[in-house]
């Protein structure tokens, strides 16, 4: 399916968007990697890209683990059905040593919980699953988990609804949790 909204060529996104600071948006598994589509897609609205962008930075700095970060974003992924997402995200997860495949441990499972129960429902996170990440996480990392899965999941609506092609370089048929 070719997609409704194709991704711009680094010389159009240069034209266009250019102008965009984008130190600190990629993570560090794809910094040699070209222009990523997500970014090439957002840079038809280089308004739009200029707002995102730094929110993609505060979440890339943040101090919720990488480890759980990547969780989450796997998570938020599958509940959206979102290829692009799961595809450039498992690269990342296998990058920290995540076994995709492994049963998650009982921290893991509370995590993956509290993200399905915002995704669903009343789109809030449970009474016993917030006591049991707040067991783990302080104040901010709470904010931070709820900011970037509601970020992923709108990254997800826009990729998915755009028709944001994985690309090629991307090993896209990792299993997910």
Known sequence: ????????????????AGSARLDGVTPR???DAPLLNILATFGHHPGLLAGFLPLGRALNAASLPERDRE???????????????RAHHARIASSLGIDLTAEPDAADRDLLTAVDELGTGEHRISDASW????????TPQLL???TLAGTYTM????????GTPVEDWVDSERETK
């Open 155 to 162: 990254v997800a609506y826009v990729l998915n609804s755009c």
């Open 131 to 138: 006591e049991r990440l707040r067991k783990r996480y302080s």
């Open 71 to 85: 969780l989450v974003i796997l998570r938020v992924a599958r509940n959206n059905d979102c290829h692009y997402e």
């Open 144 to 146: 931070e988990l709820l």
């Open 29 to 31: 598994a794809l910094e």
């Open 1 to 16: 399916m070719s997609p409704r909204i194709p991704p711009l060529s680094a010389a159009e996104f240069a034209e266009r």
